[in-house]
Structure formats: structure tokens, C-alpha cells
């Protein structure tokens, strides 16, 4: 189980190491700091919004399921899910939340 994390270590460093190859910050960063913070700080608060409501709902919906769970616990699955997205489809998001929350409480889903 080591030998297969420390190669998926790996290949993330060695992805994000060609990311940043062809990506140029410098250019990244004029961009940004050419945005009005307004917005920036309204596109954060949304996101912020976004993922406590996702947490609430699957914390509703799995309390109507008969298994509750606290709010922080899916909170957390939720934003650890939130990064899968970027990877995989969406509906992944849901097999991986739940996934989480059976590794950190040995839930059963």
C-alpha cells in the first residue's frame, strides 16, 4: 500500500512539474492583479457558499438515510470531493465523498 502511494506521490509531483513548464506565472499573475479585488472577493464568497450548502445537503440527506453525520465531517468530504472534480466527471465527486466518510468513520454506503 506504501509502494502505491509513493508512485501516486510521484506521479502528482511530476504533473504538477509539467504544468508549471508550460504554463508562464508571470503572465498568470499580470492577469490576476489586473482583476478588480471585487470580484475576486466575490467569486471566493460564492465558492465559500457553494461547497457549506453541498456539505448541508449531504448532511440532510444522509440523515433522512438513517446515518447521521456531523456537519464538519461532511464539510470536510465535501471539500476533499470539491478536488476530484477537477480530475475526474462530476458524479465522481459523490463516490469519492462517500468513499471519505466510510475511511474516516467506517461508514457503510
Known amino acids: 500500500m506504501r509502494k502505491k502511494n509513493f508512485l501516486l506521490l510521484g506521479l502528482g509531483i511530476i504533473i504538477f512539474i509539467l504544468i508549471f513548464q508550460f504554463i508562464k506565472v508571470k503572465e498568470v499573475l499580470f492577469h490576476i492583479k489586473s482583476v478588480n479585488l471585487t470580484y475576486l472577493i466575490l467569486a471566493f464568497l ?64
Open 46 to 109: 460564492m465558492t465559500f457558499m457553494a461547497i457549506i450548502f453541498r456539505s448541508l445537503r449531504w448532511a440532510v440527506l444522509l440523515k433522512n438515510l438513517k446515518h447521521p453525520v456531523k456537519f464538519v465531517l461532511a464539510l470536510q468530504a465535501t471539500v476533499a470531493s470539491f478536488f476530484v472534480i477537477s480530475i475526474l466527471p462530476r458524479i465522481s465527486a459523490d463516490f469519492y465523498r462517500a468513499y471519505v466518510l466510510k475511511k474516516s468513520n467506517n461508514y457503510s454506503f
